[in-house]
């Protein structure tokens, strides 16, 4: 998790949900056999709605969100992978683990979907460790709530439509808990944002300031060169770039940091 983790969720909560109500608008059109109709009405929102649902289509509904999350991760790893790495793993589809529990959920709603691949497979670490950090902090041992199989079915039994309001913005997360503790608590508190907590590491500015010296020191290691799986000069132009200003994904550099001080340590 990065510093921008506590938003991050509810942006993908509220898109994915903005592309489940487009799904539904043109499945029923299709379905009355007047879809493709839409590509020549002359009123333009329209004819890109239709353009944006016939492009998103083209994604098999299990492999939606999964895809969405794996973009930018792709990106990166293809432009830092050396030829060798990229042989080794052509035949890996790292959306698999998120595909098949997609389909163990049984749902063709694209919000459900992904908080159960969340629940299953992305969040697993985040249950414990996560908290655990906030709690030994405070020299307190954590007990999460979230852990109890009657808490995680009473979640997934309640209908997605009361998890999320889209119209509400970054405070229309976890809709029916604020909506329970509205009887308990000042209006405020009710309805105050997400924030982040627990590893929540300010990657993004910590690289490029207080840690800038560790990062372009790991980024020449003679370790990771040598291991042969990344392309070393890339991953120092990537850093440099982002030194400038520009946009990179810092966190994934950070990662590869993190090899090369393993690498050094142990090899």
């Not at 997605?160 to 000042?186: C, D, H, Y």
């Not at 300010?202 to 392309?231: C, I, N, Q």
Request: with cysteine; glycine share 8%.
């Amino acid at each position: 998790m990065g510093e921008r983790s506590s938003s991050v969720g509810t942006v993908t909560h509220r898109f994915l949900m903005k592309c489940g109500k487009r799904f539904r608008f043109w499945d029923f059109l299709d379905a009355w056999g007047i879809g493709h109709v839409a590509r020549w009405i002359p009123w333009t929102p329209i004819r890109k709605s239709q353009e944006k649902y016939s492009a998103l289509r083209k994604i098999p509904l299990n492999r939606f969100a999964a895809e969405m999350r794996f973009q930018g991760v792709s990106q990166f790893f293809e432009t830092v992978y050396s030829d060798n790495m990229k042989k080794m793993i052509e035949w890996c589809d790292i959306a698999a683990p998120f595909v098949e529990v997609f389909e163990e959920c049984r749902t063709t709603n694209l919000l459900d979907g992904f908080m159960y691949q969340q629940l299953m497979v992305e969040s697993q670490h985040s249950i414990v460790d996560i908290p655990d950090i906030s709690g030994m902090s405070c020299s307190l041992e954590y007990r999460s709530p979230f852990l109890d199989m009657k808490m995680v079915e009473l979640a997934m039994k309640i209908p997605w439509q009361f998890k999320v309001k889209r119209k509400l913005g970054k405070s229309g997360g976890k809709w029916i808990l604020r909506q329970a503790g509205r009887e308990f608590l000042p209006e405020e508190n009710v309805w105050m944002q997400k924030a982040g907590f627990g590893s929540a590491i300010p990657y993004h500015t910590r690289v490029l300031k207080e840690w800038a010296s560790f990062m372009e020191g790991k980024l020449k290691s003679h370790a990771l060169a040598d291991l042969g799986l990344f392309e070393v000069g890339r991953l120092q132009e990537i850093y440099e770039s982002a030194k400038k200003g520009h946009l990179v994904s810092l966190d994934m550099l950070w990662g590869v940091a993190m090899v090369a001080q393993w690498l050094e340590e142990f090899f």
